[in-house]
């Protein structure tokens, strides 16, 4: 069974740091391209990251320097280091597998950023 | 980055209706268009991949058209369990922009 579970949310002071984790289980890892999307309270869907099988990485503008993806094969995880964070930052953060679209998405995360 | 626009905003529609969503690229994006169902609290569920392939478990009164910069989602008779909200998201190049979304809600 394709499993994919987010960690790592929580509440972080504007300007903080948090690193998202997204531990993977029931397929090969190594062989998917991987995404991060995430939500704001009553808001659509955000498209934030991409991970390539070959490590290339895109990044949404709206965070373009202060977020950071990266996978590692060995410990099938992927990860989403978030730096200087905003209240806007504020979500549920999900990471989804892409074949053609992301079809596989974990249950989310949720990032509160507030004083 | 490409933009996508999705219309209507909201449906009001009642159960056994055709529903027709519309989302348009800024640029094209040949068949790289995928369409996502999501009801609250949960994660987004993929049905369509590729602007008309129909993901597997998928009722096939979902059905998805189009290619370039033009494309549709229709339900073509619509259940109790439709009513949720629609995203379309280009898959194309360096980025995987979504669409505004579209809630389908009881007339």
């Known amino acids: 069974e394709v499993q994919l579970v987010e960690s790592g949310g929580g509440l972080v002071k504007p300007g903080g740091s948090l690193r998202l984790s997204c531990a993977v289980s029931g397929f090969t890892f190594s062989s998917y391209e991987m995404n991060w999307v995430r939500q704001a309270p009553g808001k659509g869907l955000e498209w934030l990251a991409y991970v390539s099988t070959g490590g290339t990485i895109y990044v949404a503008e709206s965070v373009k320097g202060r977020f950071t993806i990266s996978r590692d094969n060995a410990e099938n995880s992927l990860n989403l280091q978030m730096d200087n964070l905003r209240a806007d930052d504020s979500g549920v953060y999900y990471c989804a597998r892409e074949m053609w679209a992301s079809d596989y998405w974990g249950q989310g995360t949720l990032v509160t950023v507030s004083s | 980055d490409i933009q996508m626009t999705q219309s209507p905003s909201i449906v009001s529609a009642s159960v056994g209706d055709r529903v027709t969503i519309t989302c348009r690229a800024s640029?094209?994006?040949?068949?790289?268009l995928a369409w996502y169902q999501q009801k609250p609290g949960k994660a987004p569920k993929l049905l369509i991949y590729k602007a008309s392939s129909l993901e597997n478990g998928v009722p096939s009164r979902f059905s998805g058209s189009g290619s370039g910069t033009e494309f549709t989602l229709t339900i073509s008779s619509l259940q109790p369990d439709d009513f949720a909200t629609y995203y379309c998201?280009?898959?194309?190049?360096?980025?995987?922009?979504f669409g505004q979304g579209t809630k389908v809600e009881t007339k």
């Open positions: 640029q094209s994006i040949s068949s790289w």
């Open positions: 998201q280009q898959c194309s190049g360096s980025s995987r922009t």
